[in-house]
Nanobody, 126 residues
Framework: QVQLVESGGGLVQTGGSLRLSCAAS????????MGWFRQAPGKEREFVAG????????EYADSVKGRFTISRDNAKNTVYLQLNSLKPEDTAVYYC???????????????????WGQGTQVTVSS
């Protein structure tokens, strides 16, 4: 069993920044591909970013490339998502998740992620 707890969300103005954290426990964290997803009201959950177990590989959705940065600290069992140059369309609940270890590359479909956190709300005002 894996427990994931997100934090760091909040209300910011357009152009502002936030840093989300996801603390993990319950399984060998350093072996897990981790992903960040988001879901806005009335929309499907969408991939934002993913990172390999050792942090050497990352993937981003086109909509956040150049603005968001995913990273991890395996000593702290924590994955981060730095959100810069925020836009109103970034408003959503952000979730972290662990990818099924059967898949060895970062996949952007939420269907291959096994464990999810409760989410943290990010609201960007215009």
């Amino acid at each position: 069993q894996v427990q994931l707890v997100e934090s760091g969300g909040g209300l910011v103005q357009t152009g502002g920044s936030l840093r989300l954290s996801c603390a993990a426990s319950g399984r060998t964290f350093s072996r897990s591909i981790m992903g960040w997803f988001r879901q806005a009201p009335g929309k499907e959950r969408e991939f934002v970013a993913g990172i390999s177990g050792n942090g050497g590989r990352t993937e981003y959705a086109d909509s956040v490339k150049g603005r968001f940065t995913i990273s991890r600290d395996n000593a702290k069992n924590t994955v981060y998502l730095q959100l810069n140059s925020l836009k109103p369309e970034d408003t959503a609940v952000y979730y972290c998740a662990t990818q099924n270890p059967l898949y060895v590359i970062i996949i952007n479909s939420p269907r291959v992620y096994e464990y999810w956190g409760q989410g943290t709300q990010v609201t960007v005002s215009s």
